[in-house]
């Protein structure tokens, strides 16, 4: 997911996907423009955009608060939290580690529709005091919508499709009962499939009958449940096939490197045009020094690559670029994950073994598979 960092509340860094914008401001113009004047009508315009607005950003706060819940337990279970991003479906807490237990499984998984239930409740309970009390129409109407949203939040991230709430307390079920963690995740995600297709089909039955913007949506979402639900177990799979596997089985060894004081003009027209490459170790006085990328080359202006020098923007080997031979490819992969460069060096006291890129996994898988050895 690309986007930008909003911040960090209690520790856990907030960032915000592109594809959120495009949900806020459908959100936005549905509220605006159709359930506030439709349900309270006879308000300015004035009135209506503020609610919408109000409304938009309060129902953000209340994903924020779904995943910040689904962020507090796993700390508390000890899976450490990168952070959550929100993006088009709402929000995801990044975690480096699934839960080791079914019970942690269930209760992680279990605690954001528990929270966006209990906005639910506060929400409607503030709407009956306003309307007790006098209080706005159109603070009772955004106190009205909220819950009616968080409860609906609550109701379909509790549907028992992999990898929404509910699937995955739906795994965690399974996992108990079959002490299989990988079995459990396979059935949960046909479930996940089955509920993507059941939804595509309310979508489609939505569109002919003239609910053009209702049905496309929901196709959308049984679309995504889809490949999400697919994703997630293939995932899975990559990451059983490459349980205990050394990094020195799937390096590329000693690939070329560049020098640091190569100007970016002559990195870009000697290795990067003529190798197939998109990446290279970087090296000072035949020591290693850092690792330098394609993409980093592409951030720089093109007007700057004869002033600028690999050294001053390849990424240094003390920023998390190194792995040693013997260290297993469950904790490379986290590592190519947390680092923004995606691959990897593999160094023994120091010397430059080989490179692991996303590349070097997907030939080793392919073999794999190519010599019959079972994956699933």
Not at 125 to 144: D, P
Not at 270 to 294: A, K, Q, S, W
Request: hydrophobic fraction near 45%; include cysteine.
């Amino acid at each position: 997911m690309q986007g930008f960092r909003l911040g960090s509340i209690f520790g856990f860094e907030i960032r915000v996907d592109l594809s959120w914008f495009l949900i806020f401001f459908l959100i936005l113009w549905t509220l605006t423009t159709g359930v506030f004047p439709g349900n309270y009508p006879g308000l300015s315009s004035a009135t209506y955009i503020g609610m919408g607005v109000v409304g938009t950003l309060l129902f953000f706060v209340s994903l924020l608060a779904h995943e910040l819940s689904h962020s507090f337990l796993a700390k508390a279970k000890g899976i450490p939290v990168e952070g959550i991003t929100l993006f088009i479906f709402g929000g995801v807490s990044r975690t480096r580690m699934e839960a080791e237990t079914p019970g942690d499984e269930f209760q992680i998984a279990g605690v954001g529709p528990l929270t966006s239930l209990a906005i639910a409740v506060l929400c409607g309970f503030l709407w009956w005091i306003g309307r007790n009390a006098g209080w706005s129409i159109a603070v009772n109407g955004v106190t009205a919508y909220l819950a009616t949203i968080n409860l609906m939040l609550a109701i379909f991230n509790l549907l028992p499709g992999f990898p929404l709430d509910g699937g995955r307390v739906f795994r965690a079920i399974v996992w108990k009962i079959t002490s299989n963690y990988k079995k459990a995740t396979r059935i949960a995600t046909i479930g996940g499939k089955v509920l993507g297709y059941a939804i595509i089909g309310l979508g489609l039955l939505q569109l002919f009958g003239g609910f053009v913007l209702s049905g496309l949506w929901l196709i959308f979402i049984g679309w995504f449940l889809i490949n999400a639900a697919e994703a997630s177990y293939q995932d899975l799979l990559i990451r059983s096939a490459l349980e205990g596997v050394p990094a020195r089985e799937l390096m590329t060894p000693y690939p070329e490197t560049v020098s640091a004081d190569l100007s970016l003009q002559r990195l870009v027209d000697e290795y990067f045009m003529h190798r197939r490459y998109e990446g290279f170790p970087v090296t000072e006085d035949n020591r290693l020094v850092g690792i330098i990328t394609l993409n980093q080359v592409k951030d720089v202006p093109r007007e700057k690559w004869g002033d600028q020098t690999v050294r001053n923007i390849m990424r240094p080997i003390e920023n998390g670029v190194t792995v040693r031979p013997q260290e297993k490819m469950s904790q490379v992969l986290q590592k190519m994950e947390e680092c923004e460069v995606r691959r990897v060096l593999v160094t023994k006291n120091g010397s430059l073994e080989g490179i692991i890129t996303a590349g070097d996994i997907a030939r080793w898988l392919r073999r794999r598979r190519d010599l019959g050895e079972v994956m699933s």
